[in-house]
């Protein structure tokens, strides 16, 4: 019987990242500039879409920035600000698309990824000529189930202009080489050279780094994992799937960050325990002993829960994501030495004395912040000048 691979989001977002009491409609509205009153540099602002996780978060420069939504709900999709979050305009030609990622390539081009259910492409180029936001599709997915990416998580986009987009529900992928077209395929694997029926395994993050793609993930009951670009002279998109949390553990990675060839940061939640799990690698990377755990309780963080999303600036990294039960709501870490040691900066709700889940933040060059998910919660945070 073929082994069947549960993508451990489904689980997540059931457990840890269930979004208490957001049966909110998400509107189309601007969104207004509501807010609480500011504490420890933090203030709430109105989210565009109280119903939903946020799913996307990309910004330009201090003002200008972009929100995606729908992963875990139907509803418009992109939400753009140009005052640093404060306020949201909902952009009418994402209407009817779900928006996974939002990121700028290195050719200046806006790229998407997710679903457009009216037009049913997994991917997208944004045509912002004359101020506007459209879409402009990249490819739909194929007929083909075992290989089809029917909605697009991420979108990684190299110097030399290769695209590669993971799937959101499974293992596939869909890869554009520079010049050439988008293909699907079952695993991201460097087996797949051989072999194009290889074990896939399921990823979360998706980036890129000097030509080459970088991914983190897992699926249900297996150790964390990490997949480095291939040293085979025959690969394009394929990585070496490499385990970094002991055999005997159970975890997945969400996010991560490549500072160099031999520098990153990966982050998310060791399942066994139910604990907070980040490693920053250093050197070889494909030696596992060069991956080092993170001891947050060293840094007094000894609460259960786990990491959706980094952002990093330098040496400055932020962490958001939700405690366990997600009864206990949400949480913002923020480390100043490239994720060694952590302070807890969570702001605390005026109503409850704590903020729902967290799944996207975004750290400015100056020390600001903008933390997003579900439930309503959009806080920004002004760094002392």
């Known amino acids: ?4 691979l549960i993508p451990v989001r489904w689980i997540l977002y059931g457990a840890m990242f269930l979004l208490i009491g957001t049966d909110r409609p998400c509107g189309l509205a601007v969104a207004s500039g509501g807010r609480t009153k500011a504490q420890e540099g933090w203030t709430s602002v109105e989210s565009p879409c109280s119903g939903s996780k946020t799913s996307a978060f990309w910004f330009d420069d201090r003002k200008t920035g972009y929100m995606g939504i729908g992963e875990t709900q139907e509803g418009a999709g992109l939400f753009r600000t ?161 385990e970094i949390q002991p055999s005997r553990k159970d975890g997945e990675l969400l996010d991560m960050h490549v500072w160099s060839a031999d520098h990153a940061i990966v982050a998310g939640w060791d399942q066994s325990d139910r604990v907070l799990m980040a490693y920053v690698g250093r050197g070889d990377l494909y030696n596992k002993e060069s991956w080092q755990r993170v001891d947050f309780k060293a840094s007094g963080i000894d609460f259960k829960g786990g990491i959706a999303a980094l952002s990093v600036v330098g040496d400055n990294v932020a962490a958001v994501g939700g405690k366990f039960p997600s009864a206990k709501g949400g949480f913002v870490l923020r480390s100043a030495d490239g994720g060694k040691t952590w302070k807890d900066v969570t702001p605390k709700s005026s109503e409850e004395g704590k903020v729902d889940v967290f799944s996207n933040v975004w750290l400015f060059q100056n020390g600001d912040m903008a933390v997003a998910g579900g439930g309503g919660e959009l806080w920004l945070y002004e760094a002392k000048k």
């Open 82 to 242: 140009k005052d640093g979050g404060r306020t949201w305009e909902a952009t009418p030609a994402f209407a009817d698309v779900r928006v996974n990622d939002v990121r700028r390539g290195p050719d200046g081009r806006l790229y998407g990824a997710g679903w457009h259910r009216g037009e049913g492409y997994s991917a997208w180029v944004f045509d912002e000529k004359a101020g506007e936001c459209k879409p402009v599709g990249l490819f739909k997915p194929g007929k083909n189930a075992w290989t089809s990416v029917a909605q697009g998580e991420n979108i990684a986009v190299t110097k030399d202009g290769q695209i590669l987009v993971d799937s959101l529900t499974g293992v596939t992928a869909a890869y554009k080489p520079a010049g050439g077209e988008f293909v699907e395929f079952r695993s991201l694997v460097e087996a797949a050279i051989a072999n194009p029926e290889a074990r896939g395994f399921q990823v979360r993050r998706v980036v890129a780094f000097e030509n080459r793609f970088y991914a983190c993930g897992s699926v249900i009951n297996e150790p964390a994992q990490v997949f480095l670009p291939s040293k085979d002279p025959r690969a394009t998109y394929h990585t070496v799937r490499l």
């Open 1 to 4: 019987m073929a082994k069947i």
